[in-house]
Each structure stands twice: as C-alpha cells, then as structure tokens.
T-cell receptor
Framework: KQEVTQIPAALSVPEGENLVLNCSFT??????LQWFRQDPGKGLTSLLL?????REQTSGRLNASLDKSSGRSTLYIAASQPGDSATYLC???????????FGAGTTVTVRA | EAGVAQSPRYKIIEKRQSVAFWCNPI?????LYWYQQILGQGPKLLIQ????????DSQLPKDRFSAERLKGVDSTLKIQPAKLEDSAVYLC??????????FGPGTRLTVT
C-alpha cells in the first residue's frame, strides 16, 4: 500500500521568502507525481505533474523535483506572495493500478 | 473546455437525513471518480467508474453510500442516512485515461 507523507503540516513565512514543501512516498513504483493547490473548502487545482522518468518540472515561480529511488518530491515556490496562502497536496499515481494516493497536505500562510 | 461540474457546492443536513451530490465530468472522459476528503486529511477514493461500470468501490461504505453513473456521463453519490463523521468535502474527478485526473470544485457537506 502506498503511504504519502507531507512535512511540515503547516508553514508560515513572510512575503518574499522562498517556500520548500516536502513529500515522501513509500512505494517507488509510481507512474507520476502531482502537486495540487487547495483553497479552504474548495476543490483541487493541479500545479505540476512530474512523470516518473523526469527529475523536475517548472511553471513560473513553481519548481517540483522528483527522486523516485528515494521516494521524495519537493515543491519550491520562489518569492512567495500572500496569494500563495493555501494547502498544497502531493499525490502519487501507482504504476500497477493507477490509483492516486494523497498526502494530508502542507498549509502555507504567507504574511504580508 | 468546460471543467468538471459539481452541485451543490455546499450542503448542511442533520444526522440521519439523506443527501445527494451530482457530478458532470469533462466531455469525453470515460473514467469518473468520487473522493471523500475529511478536514486535515488527503482525499480518499470512494468509487471509480469506467463508462457506466464500477471499477473499484472497495472503500465505499455500502451500508449508507451509493453511487451511479447514468449512461456513462453524469454521476450521483448518495448518503442515506448521514452520520456526523460524513462531514467532508466530496470531490468528483474525471479522466480520459488513467494517467491524470481533473478535479471539480467539490461539495462541502456539514452534518449536524
């Protein structure tokens, strides 16, 4: 069974600081790994999807890395803004049955 | 392209009442998923449909939850009778294949 862990559970930073969010997974047999953003009580917005053959993926201020062998992914958000305040979830897609396993998320607060 | 639609967005009911949620997937997406997300946790898969057939309902509490997918398009998820622990965000997702899921805005259910 795939276990996905996100540490820390919550993070508060001043505006302008870079954010580093961690995700670890127990089963390295993944097809891809995805990072989502979730605003309170709302649905999931996909931020980045990294295929298992890739090492990283970038979109604007966001960069996600993947180290499949060690079961880790990191999401970097450069020059954080108050609008980045949200919960960020990672999800690993298993190769054998394409089931998506989510972490519990990291709740980020960016202080103006 | 229109995204996944869900309704209602919010629902408050008393315990032992029944409730139904509706989902309209992205046009042409054969696979549809229902997830339950309890506050502070990652989404958990309840049921997966491929066209109008059930692929996986192993995590669906079948004594009180039911779901159907009409003509391989829209889907409804029903809870009868509701319990306090059913308070959660219910997310619908669809996929044209197994590799990437697209999520709707969710329905926030509060059971009092």
């Amino acid at each position: 069974k795939q276990e996905v862990t996100q540490i820390p559970a919550a993070l508060s930073v001043p505006e302008g600081e870079n954010l580093v969010l961690n995700c670890s997974f127990t089963d390295s047999a993944i097809y891809n790994l995805q990072w989502f953003r979730q605003d309170p009580g709302k649905g999931l917005t996909s931020l980045l999807l990294i295929q298992s053959s890739q090492r990283e993926q970038t979109s604007g201020r966001l960069n996600a890395s993947l180290d499949k062998s060690s079961g880790r992914s990191t999401l970097y958000i450069a020059a954080s803004q108050p609008g980045d305040s949200a919960t960020y979830l990672c999800a690993a897609l298993r190769s054998n049955d394409y089931k998506l396993s989510f972490g519990a998320g990291t709740t980020v607060t960016v202080r103006a | 392209e229109a995204g996944v639609a869900q309704s209602p967005r919010y629902k408050i009911i008393e315990k032992r009442q029944s409730v139904a949620f509706w989902c309209n997937p992205i046009s042409g997406h054969a696979t549809l998923y229902w997830y339950q997300q309890i506050l502070g946790q990652g989404p958990k898969l309840l049921i997966q449909f491929q066209n109008n057939g059930v692929v996986d309902d192993s995590q669906l509490p079948k004594d009180r939850f039911s779901a159907e997918r009409l003509k391989g398009v829209d889907s409804t998820l029903k809870i009868q009778p509701a319990k306090l622990e059913d308070s959660a965000v219910y997310l619908c997702a669809s996929s044209p294949h197994s590799y990437e899921q697209y999520f709707g805005p969710g329905t926030r259910l509060t059971v009092t």
